[in-house]
T-cell receptor, first 114, second 112 residues
Framework: GAVVSQHPSWVICKSGTSVKIECRSL??????MFWYRQFPKQSLMLMAT?????????EQGVEKDKFLINHASLTLSTLTVTSAHPEDSSFYIC??????????FGSGTRLTVV | KQEVTQIPAALSVPEGENLVLNCSFT??????LQWFRQDPGKGLTSLLL???SQREQTSGRLNASLDKSSGRSTLYIAASQPGDSATYLC???????????WGAGTKLIIKP
């Protein structure tokens, strides 16, 4: 079946540094990928829609200069959290539209900013 | 604007019981509905996908139903096991090109 690989699984970084999260579709091409964020005890919130070869579409309230998304190939999308702060600590999950009209999710990245 | 609601927010039942999780949505014009499972600190696992033209889908001990006219979907879990403990999320897609709209989830605890 369709597999999406996301890494790292967890990362701890110092405040002010940048962190890159990768999301790869392993056995299918993903023209569209989605990035979600989940705070503790809350539901997933869509941050942005990543389209291969074009600029990402950000949801209202999401800072595009802070959360840089690059979708340079049909199998790779990256999310870079720039100048991270403790309030950016969260669980980030990517997903891709998979064959069969469903969605396949990465395993998630737990980001802790100290 | 589409809104997805899941009730209850949390549920605790003894092992072996059959149970039903509920998902409701405000706009019946959906493309499909999907149920997911999320284990603590982990990603999501897709459980069942129901297209708008379908009324139910089954996978093992899981059965999901869809009633578009009433804006409801249920996830039925038969003979619950401790390993079923997780948060269950439903999500609606309104159009083939739209992103998912999520419910807040139901945290399920199965007591041995």
């Amino acid at each position: 079946g369709a597999v999406v690989s996301q890494h790292p699984s967890w990362v701890i970084c110092k405040s002010g540094t940048s962190v890159k999260i990768e999301c790869r579709s392993l056995d299918f091409q993903a023209t569209t990928m989605f990035w979600y964020r989940q705070f503790p005890k809350q539901s997933l919130m869509l941050m942005a829609t990543s389209n291969e070869g074009s600029k990402a579409t950000y949801e209202q309230g999401v800072e595009k200069d802070k959360f840089l998304i690059n979708h340079a190939s049909l199998t790779l999308s990256t999310l870079t959290v720039t100048s991270a702060h403790p309030e950016d600590s969260s669980f980030y999950i990517c997903s891709a539209r998979s064959p069969g009209d469903g969605y396949t999710f990465g395993s998630g990245t737990r980001l802790t900013v100290v | 604007k589409q809104e997805v609601t899941q009730i209850p927010a949390a549920l605790s039942v003894p092992e072996g019981e059959n149970l039903v999780l509920n998902c409701s949505f405000t706009d019946s014009a959906i493309y499909n509905l999907q149920w997911f499972r999320q284990d603590p600190g982990k990603g999501l696992t897709s459980l069942l996908l129901i297209q708008s033209s379908q009324r139910e889908q089954t996978s093992g001990r899981l059965n999901a139903s869809l009633d578009k006219s009433s804006g409801r979907s249920t996830l039925y879990i038969a003979a619950s096991q401790p390993g079923d403990s997780a948060t269950y999320l439903c999500a609606v897609k309104e159009d083939s090109n739209y992103q998912l709209i999520w419910g807040a989830g139901t945290k399920l605890i199965i007591k041995p």
